[in-house]
């Protein structure tokens, strides 16, 4: 099993730019998530799902926009990126809310 | 403002010292997790405590929920410099998982 993958690890978009960020996860977890992390912060929820074709807004949804179109995926986009949006993005996934299982991050920077 | 103030924030300390890091809350949270973060990965969970009052023990590390369930604490004996990281408190209500801002951990061998 390879976990939670994510993709890219790294990225620069300059400033109206729009992109995804890929999160795939292969553990048949029903219960998928993600996650900005900035300094001093913690971890803040962007957008979580409880499964394919359902997902809710978290504590700091504005900005970006999220699908389930399957089990496995779960992708992040921003519409068009700020300065504001630079920070390292993680997905975790579980099967239930509690055991969540992170992806190794993608740091992106908004010039 | 957080909903979940953790303390310290920054912890530097010799190998084989005690230490504990708290979790404090004004929310019920249904549970409450303790995540482990290196650099440059994500958070690894360590635990997981559900009931009031509960405790539970990971080799070196004990955790406790409140009775009230609105805080935790972790407590490292003799902490090595494996411990080193940043440790996480995230608290869970309905659907959604909150995050303390975190202690950052060092220990000097």
């Known amino acids: 099993n390879a976990g939670v993958t994510q993709t890219p690890k790294f990225q620069v978009l300059k400033t109206g730019q729009s992109m995804t960020l890929q999160c795939a996860q292969d553990?048949?977890?029903?219960?998928m998530s993600w996650y900005r992390q900035d300094p001093g912060m913690g971890l803040r929820l962007i957008h979580y799902?409880?499964?394919?074709?359902?997902?809710d807004q978290g504590e700091v949804p504005n900005g970006y926009n999220v699908s389930r179109s399957t089990t496995e995926d779960f992708p992040l986009r921003l519409l068009s990126a700020a300065p504001s949006q630079t920070s390292v993005y993680f997905c975790?996934?579980?099967?239930?809310?509690?055991?969540?299982?992170f992806g190794p991050g993608t740091r992106l920077t908004v010039t | 403002t957080q909903l979940l103030e953790q303390s310290p924030q920054f912890l530097s300390i010799q190998e084989g010292e005690n230490l504990t890091v708290y979790c404090n809350s004004s929310?019920?949270?249904?549970?409450l997790q303790w995540y482990r973060q290196e650099p440059g990965e994500g958070p690894v969970l360590l635990v997981t405590?559900?009931?009031?009052?509960e405790v539970k023990k990971l080799k070196r590390l004990t955790f406790q929920f409140g009775d009230a369930r609105k805080d935790s604490s972790l407590h490292i004996t003799a902490a090595q410099p494996g411990d080193t990281g940043l440790y996480l408190c995230?608290?869970?209500?309905?659907?959604?998982?909150?995050f303390g801002g975190g202690t950052r951990l060092m220990v000097k061998p």
């Open positions: 975790a996934s579980s099967l239930n809310r509690y055991e969540q299982y």
């Open positions: 553990m048949n977890h029903e219960y």
């Open positions: 799902s409880v499964g394919a074709g359902i997902t």
């Open positions: 929310s019920v949270f249904s549970s």
């Open positions: 405590v559900v009931t009031g009052g």
């Open positions: 995230a608290g869970v209500r309905g659907n959604m998982l909150t």
